[in-house]
């Protein structure tokens, strides 16, 4: 049975925008939405050109900077509206304009003071005016979730009369539930005698914490292009999630539904947008967030350490995060504990992992996770430095403002001593660039991360590295009140783990 392919249609750079403190420049948006290319979207909502020179001229860029989506202008149902969006647009290979007006009782009578019959008059002339000038126009009913039937199966059928390609069917304050925004699409795909000539899309906010639920009752009555933005981010509480709904649909494949999605490059996307929009994404937010794929119950952790469907659903790997992290924590089991051991380069008998164990339990208790230099203090660190092979012998750094950073590294490695001088963007990347033109190893470096332990100018700081090479993970581990020595430590104890 062939699969049913869903339309993304994303409006991070248009409705997810829109979130106060989460504007970007046009060189951003050219970023993000060429990076929505990548990734597999069908169509970008390139921004609201009237709104602004500054939007109007990322609409123009974003549609030389992009070949294979659908580029998108948003505008009301004025001709000014459309005339500039259309002047926007261009130069888009492939031009929408979405245009439309509030269709429920509320929009209708105390925002747009008119009447239901002046509102289908109303966007019908802003579709034909559309579509005098592009031929994809995609007309939205604001409001559709608080809009009677009846009423949004006659608005629907004028705008298809009128040109429209494509229906979006908003749920713009969130208000809906999963059965009746699924019924009203159903309703519409049933009632509406000219619908087999546009698709049906969804538009669904997160008020009330069921947009991607909306979404997928959208798409289970019918709806066959879903309105969404990179880790739900928009106006309010947010849209449906992209991520979300993409996974739903590649998890749950009795549905017989595809997208053009490349789920490998979710990760990297959702860290982008998080980035450049200076907006964290919450740790327990689905597939992407920190906690998506950590377990800290004992049960669980042994679980997936046996198999990894008992717990996981998804492979972390296919949404392009390397692997489950489990967090040690009093709940932790020996399963858990010994895999992490491993992981740091510790191998222990059975009797002597328990005896560990029984530490480990003691500072877990005393403390809410238990970390990897906790996990070295109680092995003893010494004993891997012993098995070292590369050690720091001296670093000296020169770095300021108006200077460029040079590190002079010197180590000691199998009995001898190699001194590199090198460049880089910043102190730390000095100094890694010396250290790998000693060793010459081919490694790459996947996480750096810096983290306070107290707090205070004088603070002890932590530095996690992991390193990839020939595909193997290998993680190293430092901590001093010089953040750069520290730096430089935790990666030649990366390093020395390289075969």
Not at 70 to 97: Q, S
Not at 284 to 293: E, L, M, Q, Y
Not at 340 to 354: I, P, S, V
Request: aromatic share 6%.
């Amino acid at each position: 049975m062939s699969k049913e392919r869903v339309y993304i249609f994303d409006t991070t750079l248009r409705d997810g925008e829109q979130v106060p403190g989460c504007q970007l420049n046009t060189i951003e948006k050219i970023e993000v939405a060429k990076m929505l290319e990548d990734l597999g979207v069908d169509i970008i909502e390139a921004g609201f050109p009237i709104s602004s020179p500054g939007d109007f001229n990322s609409v123009i860029e974003i549609s030389k900077a992009v070949v294979e989506p659908v580029v998108c202008g948003l505008t009301r149902a004025i001709k000014k509206d459309i005339e500039v969006a259309a002047d926007a647009l261009k130069f888009a290979k492939r031009p929408r304009i979405h245009t439309g007006i509030g269709t429920s009782y509320y929009h209708i009578y105390h925002k747009l003071n008119s009447t239901p019959e002046k509102i289908i008059e109303r966007g019908a002339e802003a579709v034909k005016y559309a579509k005098s000038f592009v031929e994809d126009v995609e007309f939205y009913a604001e409001d559709a979730g608080r809009t009677d039937n009846n009423f949004l199966a006659q608005v629907v059928e004028k705008m298809i009369d009128a040109g429209a390609t494509v229906i979006n069917i908003p749920d713009t304050t969130g208000y809906t539930l999963p059965e009746e925004y699924g019924k009203k699409i159903k309703y519409l795909a049933e009632n509406v005698p000219n619908i087999h000539k546009a698709i049906l899309s969804t538009h669904c906010h997160n008020d009330l914490g069921m947009a991607t639920a909306n979404t997928m009752s959208g798409i289970l009555n019918g709806a066959r292009q879903v309105e969404v933005t990179i880790n739900g981010i928009g106006e309010r509480a947010g849209n449906t999630s992209l991520e979300e709904v993409v996974m739903i649909m590649k998890s749950r494949k009795h549905l017989n539904l595809t997208t053009n999605i490349n789920p490998r490059k979710i990760y990297k996307s959702s860290r982008m947008v998080s980035t450049l929009m200076r907006m964290p994404v919450q740790p327990n937010k689905a597939i992407v967030g920190r906690n998506a794929f950590a377990h800290s119950s004992g049960i669980h952790q042994d679980g997936v350490l046996k198999r990894r469907e008992n717990y996981e659903i998804i492979n972390p790997k296919t949404v392009g995060i390397k692997e489950s992290s489990f967090v040690l924590t009093a709940r932790s089991g020996r399963a858990a504990l010994k895999h992490r051991l491993k992981q740091l380069g510790y191998t222990f008998e059975k009797e002597a992992l328990d005896a560990l164990y029984e530490q480990f339990l003691e500072v877990a208790d005393a403390k809410k996770e238990v970390g990897d230099d906790d996990l070295k203090a109680l092995v003893g660190a010494s004993s891997r430095d012993i098995t070292r092979n590369l050690h720091l012998h001296r670093l000296q750094v020169l770095c300021g403002k108006g200077s460029i950073p040079v590190a002079t590294v010197t180590l000691e490695w199998e009995g001898s001593c190699y001194t590199e001088t090198a460049e880089g963007n910043g102190p730390v990347d000095a100094s890694f660039t010396a250290v790998k033109n000693i060793v010459k190893k081919k490694v790459r470096l996947e996480e750096f991360l810096i983290q306070a332990i107290h707090r205070g100018s004088n603070d002890l700081g932590k530095v996690h590295v992991q390193v990839e090479s020939r595909g193997q993970i290998y993680y190293g581990f430092s901590a001093s009140t010089d953040i750069i020595t520290a730096s430089v430590e935790a990666f030649i104890d990366a390093l020395s783990q390289v075969v």
